[in-house]
């Protein structure tokens, strides 16, 4: 009982930051997905971010190429994959180029049983101000599977210190 309760708390309705008015960047966790991507456009295009920053693991390039191929293309967009091709990867894949373009905030964009696991590993690695979104996209694989994988993928990251 206590599993579901912190799984509805951590995995289904995650506490979410609101969306700052202005952020240096907007990160896209992988794989890009139409839901996120759209946000990345949308708040390109308001000016609300300067740039975005998309996880494209290897994969990603085969299973959506006119998505991947279409988003990379735009301008203010850098593609790149993370090493590992990992959330923790992606959080020192945020971090490389916050450095590199001295980034100081940034909004994350990921799925709503991702968000808690993205925001704990993010602020890891990136010192900026930072806000975790959700894409309001479903999971693919459904809310149990998604409950079951964030479980052990928290614990394995909370076993694993630092960025």
């Known amino acids: 009982m206590l599993w579901v309760a912190a799984s509805l708390h951590y995995f289904v309705l995650p506490p979410v930051d609101d969306l700052p008015a202005h952020a240096d960047v907007i990160f896209e966790l992988g794989p890009p997905i ?17 740039a975005a920053l998309v996880s494209v693991p290897e994969y ?9 191929d279409e988003l990379c293309s735009t301008s203010k967009v850098t593609c790149a994959a993370p090493e590992p091709s ?5 959080a020192r894949l945020l971090a490389r180029y916050a450095t590199r373009e001295h980034w100081t905030s940034a909004v994350v ?3 709503t049983a991702h ?12 010192t900026g ?7 309001g996209e479903a999971p693919a ?3 149990l599977y998604q409950a079951v994988y964030q479980t052990g993928s928290t614990i394995k990251a909370w076993s694993l210190p630092g960025c």
């Open 115 to 126: 968000v808690s696991r993205a925001r704990m590993l993010m602020r890891r690695c990136f």
């Open 141 to 143: 694989d459904g809310w």
């Open 34 to 50: 139409a839901a996120r991507s759209e946000l990345v456009r949308r708040l390109l295009a308001d000016g609300r971010v300067d």
């Open 86 to 90: 990992t959330t923790r990867g992606e």
């Open 60 to 68: 990603a390039r085969t299973q959506n190429p006119e998505l991947v």
């Open 129 to 135: 101000r930072l806000a975790v979104v959700a894409s």
């Open 109 to 111: 964009v990921t799925q």
